[in-house]
């Protein structure tokens, strides 16, 4: 497996910079597939004063390869060093005498080194694109030079057509996830098979199970979970809050976030405290910061609802956890959820940037106690028939197969 950017541990801290949903879904199909009998290498990027190996497990391990220096650099800046991750990779592998049957890369960036590792070994190259460049350009809108110099899509794009013309099959989380291939890049293929992600059902349940002593919570809360960045629409979450709170005294609680917050971070948070000042909801609104992955499902079972209110969202696996934990769910519409979960039966599903629909959504699970309980049954019942880790592994050592002999040429 390759999955470069961001901060991965093989317990990761959710909500540092670049640190979210994929990382877990690596983690977790990692450690399903080992389960089934695989063993798995994830390999990842070497920085700041980390491990260079780190076990996960007795058959899976992370494998820190260092480019670019010693420093964390955000995913829009690897690309100039991805080539040196691809030698440093190279030379690991063949130093070690390490021999593997797939390469499977995990975001664009991963996607790079991945088609130029998988040529050098003649391995199978499979890629999971987790989010689409173009995609999230539509979707995000603003100033076009302004999310050019954020985001550089440019350079994204272009490589991302690479990635897929070199790959010898790819997966897409939802069965909508195609169409972006085909209207936006003019790229179709029969080797793209949808696998979606996973939820470990086994510890997100429902129930009134024991809490770590540590975790405190308040008696009536949205709960909302992310890292603090300005695609999780936390502002927008904060304007429908202000609404709600007008008829309502459930207060909102918002986690995620870095142990150690980086600049961007710091400054988000700091517009994020600004707006709820200015809205006058001191004592509504609580940062939880973040939030270690042993408490989460406390948090997410304590709550009224969960609220992700993404502008961009590919899947949202915080939205599956919490269906698993019986908790009732308002999420976006914008991205993968909006063709995975059905509006009114499993969830609410509404424009975030609507302060009046979301908090009109939100107000509507609060005061009606027969929809929520529909909605979490639905819900529950979904997550348990068709997300559960192990059905996953399943799935994607069937795929795997089907393209385990499969060599690419040299080019």
Not at 62 to 78: S, V
Not at 114 to 143: N, V
Not at 373 to 379: I, Q
Request: glycine share 8%; charged share 25%; aromatic share 10%.
């Amino acid at each position: 497996m390759l999955s470069i950017h961001g901060f991965f541990d093989p317990v990761p801290v959710l909500g540092a910079t670049d640190t979210g949903g994929q990382v877990m879904y690596v983690l977790e199909l990692s450690k399903a597939l080992a389960q089934l009998g695989a063993t798995v290498d994830i390999y990842t990027r070497l920085f700041e004063e980390r491990d260079e190996t780190e076990p996960v497990n007795a058959r899976v391990r992370l494998i820190r390869i260092p480019c670019g220096g010693r420093e964390f650099i955000r995913k829009e800046d690897l690309l100039p060093h991805l080539d040196e991750y691809a030698d440093n990779m190279t030379r690991y592998i063949s130093s070690r005498d390490l021999r593997y049957d797939i390469v499977h890369s995990h975001y664009w960036d991963a996607g790079y080194v991945g088609m130029k590792i998988a040529e050098r070994l003649r391995l199978p190259f499979i890629y999971t694109a987790h989010s689409l460049g173009a995609w999230k350009k539509e979707q995000m809108g603003g100033d076009p030079e302004a999310m050019e110099r954020l985001f550089k899509f440019e350079q994204r794009i272009r490589w991302e057509r690479e990635v897929f013309r070199r790959a010898t099959a790819q997966t897409v989380t939802t069965a909508d996830g195609k169409e972006p291939y085909r209207r936006l890049y003019g790229f179709e293929s029969e080797d793209i098979v949808v696998i979606p992600p996973g939820v470990d059902v086994r510890r997100f349940r429902p129930g009134a199970l024991p809490a770590a002593a540590s975790v405190t919570t308040p008696e009536n809360y949205i709960f909302a979970l992310g890292r603090l960045d300005a695609t999780k629409g936390l502002d927008d979450l904060i304007r429908a809050f202000e609404i709600v709170s007008r008829s309502n005294s459930v207060q909102l609680v918002i986690g995620g976030g870095s142990i150690s917050p980086r600049p961007n971070e710091t400054e988000m948070r700091k517009n994020l405290l600004r707006l709820v000042d200015s809205l006058r909801l001191g004592g509504r609104v609580t940062f939880a910061g973040y939030i270690p992955d042993s408490h989460l499902d406390t948090y997410y079972r304590n709550a009224r609802l969960f609220v992700l209110p993404s502008r961009y969202e590919p899947f949202g696996m915080t939205v599956l956890e919490a269906m698993a934990c019986g908790t009732p769910v308002v999420a976006t519409r914008h991205g993968g959820l909006g063709h995975e979960l059905t509006d009114r039966v499993d969830s609410l599903l509404v424009d975030p940037s609507d302060p009046a629909a979301l908090s009109a959504a939100i107000l509507e699970i609060l005061n009606d106690d027969a929809l929520a309980r529909r909605l979490r049954a639905a819900a529950l019942k979904l997550v348990q028939e068709r997300y559960s880790w192990k059905d996953i592994a399943r799935q994607t050592l069937s795929f795997y197969g089907k393209y385990a002999s499969v060599r690419p040429e040299r080019l």
